[in-house]
Structures are given as C-alpha cells and as structure tokens.
C-alpha cells in the first residue's frame, strides 16, 4: 500500500512542477523580469522552490 501512496506523491509533485513551469512560461520576458526570474532560469527555480 505505500508503493501505491509513493507513486501517487510523485505524481502529484510532478503535476505541481509541471504547473508552475507552465505558468511561468507563459508569462512575457517583461513580467519575468520583474519578479527576477530569466526564461532560462524557470525549471531551477521551480524544482527549488518545491524542493523547500
């Protein structure tokens, strides 16, 4: 039963990663830039974000 829980944990992490990153990348360079995030930067930030 906790292989089955585990599974579901990652998958809704995964989710919320994938989220985030999907949010962020539709926001414009401009709107990026102020709240201090580079495109290039979006997955850093969001798997550090949901790793704290």
């Known amino acids: 039963m906790t292989s089955i829980k585990s599974i579901s ?3 809704g992490a995964w989710r919320r990663y994938r ?6 990348s539709s926001l414009s360079d401009r709107e990026l830039a102020d709240i201090g995030i580079r495109r290039g930067d ?3 930030v969001v798997s550090n ?3 704290a």
Not at 19 to 24: D, I, K, M, N, T
Request: aromatic residues 14%; without cysteine; negative net charge.
């Open 9 to 11: 944990d990652k998958f």
């Open 19 to 24: 989220e985030a990153v999907r949010e962020l």
């Open 42 to 44: 979006i997955h850093f």
């Open 49 to 51: 974000a949901l790793a």
